[in-house]
Nanobody
């Protein structure tokens, strides 16, 4: 079973940068897509960025386009979310998730994200 472990969260000032990491226990062949979701207090979980393993196609939430970048290092089985020019509204618990082929999961851009990490907290101060 694929295991995902996030790291890199913390407190950052608005306008600053942060890089989140997601270490996957298996290889990229175990999932069709991998991505980042976030949940702010009192709000629903939303997709932030995703990457398709077959062709490296990426998708982004409109509000983070041009500021966030998802990438991967296959040798390290790690996916990153580079967050630049962060805003207070980027605050939330960030989760790494993967589509491992099961139909159940959070649907986003045509994929079902059913494998989840525990999350890493990001707080953006004014």
């Amino acid at each position: 079973q694929l295991k995902l472990v996030e790291s890199g969260g913390g407190l950052v000032q608005a306008g600053g940068s942060l890089r989140l990491s997601c270490a996957a226990s298996g290889s990229s062949s175990e999932y069709y897509a991998i991505g980042w979701f976030r949940q702010a207090p009192g709000k629903e979980r939303e997709g932030v960025a995703s990457l398709v393993t077959a062709d490296d196609m990426t998708y982004y939430l409109d509000s983070v386009k041009g500021r966030f970048t998802i990438s991967r290092d296959n040798a390290k089985n790690t996916v990153y979310l580079q967050m630049n020019s962060v805003k207070v509204e980027d605050t939330g618990l960030y989760f790494c998730a993967a589509d491992t082929g099961f139909l159940d999961g959070r649907k986003w851009y045509g994929f079902n994200f059913g494998a989840w990490g525990q999350g890493t907290q990001v707080i953006v101060s004014p």
